[in-house]
């Protein structure tokens, strides 16, 4: 499994795309996150950068599980990105269908 590493940098450099430590990251076989969370768009509250982490997570979470094999050998998508820039439809009907198998905290218990 491949390591992944989630990065949230602030100010002034909230790009961390090409930070030394995403570089350095990747030279050692991350996978780096660094959602944007200072771009013009973004609504800037605690609130909004949870949603946003738990979304990049989520698409992570279901584009590692999508395939499209019987032997789950050959992924549904090449990257997380082609995932994230699928149809809208069919992305939300995979994301809600993995949502559906989870199993909660409160169904562990019983």
């Given at each position: 499994?491949?390591?992944?590493?989630?990065?949230l940098?602030g100010?002034?450099?909230?790009?961390?795309?090409?930070?030394?430590?995403?570089?350095f990251?990747?030279?050692r076989?991350?996978?780096?996150i660094?959602?944007?969370?200072?771009?013009?768009s973004?609504?800037?509250?605690?609130?909004?950068?949870?949603?946003?982490i738990?979304e990049?997570?989520n698409?992570?979470?279901?584009w590692?599980s999508?395939?499209i094999?019987?032997?789950?050998?050959?992924?549904g998508?090449?990257?997380?990105?082609?995932?994230?820039?699928?149809?809208?439809v069919v992305?939300?009907?995979?994301?809600?269908?993995?949502?559906?198998?989870?199993?909660?905290?409160?169904?562990?218990?019983?």
């Open positions: 499994m491949r390591k992944v590493a989630l990065i940098h100010w002034p450099q909230h790009r961390a795309g090409g930070h030394f430590l995403s570089m990251l990747k030279a076989g991350y996978k780096v660094t959602p944007d969370l200072f771009g013009r973004f609504s800037f509250s605690p609130e909004a950068i949870h949603g946003e738990k990049e997570l698409n992570q979470k279901v590692r999508t395939y094999d019987k032997n789950l050998k050959e992924r998508y090449s990257s997380v990105d082609e995932f994230k820039d699928a149809h809208p992305r939300n009907q995979l994301i809600d269908a993995y949502r559906a198998l989870e199993i909660g905290p409160e169904e562990l218990k019983n």
